[in-house]
């Protein structure tokens, strides 16, 4: 009914510093009610094209600005989005499925936090210069921003992902177009409303909303746009390089992973469980650095199994709002069936056991929920390394437990899929630590502990996981071209 539609909130596309309505909208559902809550704009070329002419014209003021004057602008961001702190995290909440802990307590304070990181860091960057004497040269090199950065990020951390891209391109003073996923944009386009009020140029920052298919295409594709942050799945990414090869575009990919847990024998098992859960299952497992293979050596597997299952039955599943609850609900009806459910069902089919979780214990959920998107999280075992429960991305609450003898085998049957993001190695043995760690294909490798980010450092993936590293020096240098400068005097 119309009535019903008038209350929807509708967004709009940023673009040169206003708010313009789009000529068709795409819905966007609460995915803890199955209702659609939201109306995004469905964006294509037009829109990309008036948001690529934005930042073209504001790139020359941008980047003339010190930056000083850029980061005391980032920093009044951050305060801003600080203060609605609250706010920003009932509307990522709501718009995700996560829980409201964890929206309030990782999400919005991570993105705020990006933008005061790279803030400080834009200060702190200095150029190499070398003399040869001899024949009476200097060699400087001089870093400068490159120009119209197109950033696309996905819906699992909305704004913390989509701030860890822009904090970095405008800090060093490039200009950006930005394409949120058409499934989470709402905490973007909050965002926006704040841009004015922390001093940010016109066209700096510029939000299209829309779809891969229509809107990242076209920014994906238009010549100027030199460069692409994005960070979504393997598949899209090789759309991406295929689009972009004939521009010869800077690419910046972080993708999916099947990330390895290593458990040996001699692992603190408390310390070990309740941070493995974590990495299973926190964000409904919808965290491209969540665990989803665990190998365990023989001697303690039954244990660990036991008290794994019994802990993971712990967790609860609910209202994303309900402060108690530690499980949200998954991005949408689509993700639920066709890539959590069907992995399930799939590995049963294989003769692997479910030990807990879907389909072997029952889901209850408050009234308000019943349509909601929700599933237990759940621990497969007795599975093959070939199943595709092993091999492919689930992005789920969904983890398989298998067990291993020698470090020498799982070491390779870690490294024995397509991908190569993360991986956590437990064991209280200092030397097979940093073995182990060597060996693994893994731009990440936590040892004793998961998710403990240092944003100094290099972020990204090997083989299917992605192409580049993010961090302090690593996005100063993706998001400059670097040049050498020769002076005979």
């Not at 019994?310 to 402060?323: H, L």
Request: proline share 4%; hydrophobic share 40%; aromatic share 8%.
């Amino acid at each position: 009914t119309m009535a019903h539609s008038e209350a929807l909130l509708v967004l709009e596309n940023f673009i040169a510093g206003k708010f313009f309505p789009c000529s068709s909208y795409i819905d966007s559902y609460n995915p803890s009610t199955g209702d659609v809550y939201c109306r995004v704009p469905d964006s294509g070329k037009e829109e990309v094209e008036a948001a690529v002419r934005a930042a073209k014209d504001a790139f020359p003021i941008w980047s003339s600005k010190t930056p000083l004057e850029r980061s005391q602008i980032l920093n009044k961001l951050a305060d801003l989005i600080e203060h609605d702190l609250e706010e920003f995290a009932q509307a990522e909440s709501k718009d995700q499925g996560k829980t409201i802990t964890f929206a309030r307590t990782v999400d919005i304070p991570r993105a705020v936090y990006n933008f005061r990181f790279f803030a400080s860091s834009i200060l702190h960057h200095t150029t190499a210069c070398t003399e040869m004497a001899s024949v009476g040269c200097v060699h400087y090199t001089s870093r400068e921003p490159v120009g119209v950065a197109g950033l696309i990020s996905p819906w699992n951390l909305p704004l913390y992902l989509l701030t860890w891209k822009i904090a970095p391109a405008i800090a060093c003073g490039n200009t950006v177009v930005a394409k949120p996923s058409e499934m989470t944009s709402v905490t973007a386009w909050m965002m926006c409303k704040l841009l004015e009020k922390a001093g940010m140029p016109h066209g700096v920052v510029n939000v299209v909303f829309g779809t891969g298919a229509k809107a990242g295409e076209a920014l994906v594709c238009h010549p100027d746009v030199p460069l692409i942050s994005f960070t979504g799945s393997t598949l899209t990414a090789q759309r991406i390089m295929e689009k972009s090869a004939p521009y010869c575009k800077k690419l910046s990919l972080e993708l999916g992973g099947k990330n390895p847990a290593i458990i040996f024998d001699d692992a603190n098992l408390s310390q070990c469980i309740a941070t493995t859960l974590r990495s299973s299952f926190a964000n409904q497992g919808e965290i491209c650095l969540c665990t989803s293979r665990i190998f365990v050596q023989r001697g303690i597997y039954s244990e660990f199994v036991k008290r794994f299952v019994a802990e993971t039955k712990k967790w609860k599943v609910g209202n994303p709002s309900d402060p108690t609850v530690d499980v949200g609900a998954l991005i949408s009806k689509e993700h639920l069936e066709k890539v959590v459910r069907s992995y399930v069902k799939k590995a049963q089919a294989e003769g692997a056991r479910v030990l807990c979780g879907e389909g072997v214990d029952s889901l209850s959920l408050p009234g308000g929920n019943q349509k909601g998107y929700f599933m237990l999280p759940t621990v497969i075992s007795e599975i093959k390394d070939e199943s595709c429960c092993m091999q492919e991305e689930i992005f789920g609450p969904v983890t398989c437990v298998v067990a291993f003898d020698t470090e020498e085998e799982v070491v390779k049957r870690a490294n024995g899929v397509k991908y190569g993001l993360a991986a956590t190695v437990w064991s209280s043995n200092v030397g097979r630590v940093h073995r182990v760690a060597r060996r693994l294909q893994s731009g990440l490798v936590w040892t004793n502990c998961w998710l403990v980010r240092d944003l100094n450092l290099p972020f990204g993936g090997m083989k299917a996981s992605g192409i580049g590293r993010e961090g302090a020096k690593d996005s100063y240098e993706f998001f400059t071209e670097v040049k050498t400068i020769t002076i005979k005097h």
